[in-house]
């Protein structure tokens, strides 16, 4: 669960930059500020997570990361999938992920994990989830990169300058979607791999 959460997470710390400027047409200043969203929204996120799982559902962790990771398929779905512009909900729609995917970062990425195998294995509890979630990374960058290079075509366009020259140029045009499927089909099965532990019990 946690390295599917990995694969969305590092899909738009990786990527968004690039999808905002060539399927949103962003400025980078645009697109920088819109991921800083993300980020700022994640501070609060977690401390929310720890918050909520702990007071309001006495320590139980999966019913919290059940409504986060649905929140944060949601979030990517409006990412991908809002029409052109509509700024504000595409805004709303990073500060949704930021927020949800930091608790799910906390949880999936150790907190759970060290619930169940108790204080006496914390550390190789911890190092486990750590390798797992990176290699999903790692994977991730590669399968994404892959998928964007396939969807990339190139376009010769001639104008003619000022003194009636033609200038040849090539321009890229980048097809998102196979990347985006890989994406949000990642989070999706992350929760449901999140799930499964729904009545796995924690260790004092």
Not at 170 to 193: E, P
């Amino acid at each position: 669960a946690s390295a599917c959460m990995y694969v969305s997470r590092y899909a738009i710390n990786s990527w968004g930059m690039l999808y905002l400027q060539e399927q949103r047409h962003y400025t980078m200043v645009e697109a920088g500020l819109m991921l800083g969203l993300n980020t700022g929204a994640g501070l609060a996120g977690c401390v929310a997570y720890g918050f909520i799982s702990d007071k309001v559902f006495n320590a139980r962790r999966p019913p919290v990361t059940l409504i986060f990771g649905l929140l944060e398929v949601i979030a990517l779905v409006m990412i991908f999938y809002t029409p052109p512009g509509h700024p504000v909900i595409l805004s709303a729609a990073f500060l949704m992920f930021g927020f949800t995917l930091s608790g799910l970062l906390a949880v999936l990425g150790g907190l759970f994990a060290i619930d169940i195998a108790g204080r006496r294995a914390t550390g190789a509890a911890m190092g486990f989830i750590g390798i797992v979630s990176y290699l999903g990374n790692a994977s991730q960058e590669w399968i994404s990169g892959r998928l964007i290079q396939r969807g990339l075509t190139t376009e010769t366009v001639t104008k003619l300058n000022e003194q009636g020259q033609a200038i040849v140029t090539q321009v890229k045009h980048y097809d998102f979607s196979a990347a985006i499927a890989f994406w949000v089909g990642a989070s999706v099965l992350s929760v449901v791999l999140a799930a499964v532990l729904w009545r796995v019990k924690t260790k004092d």
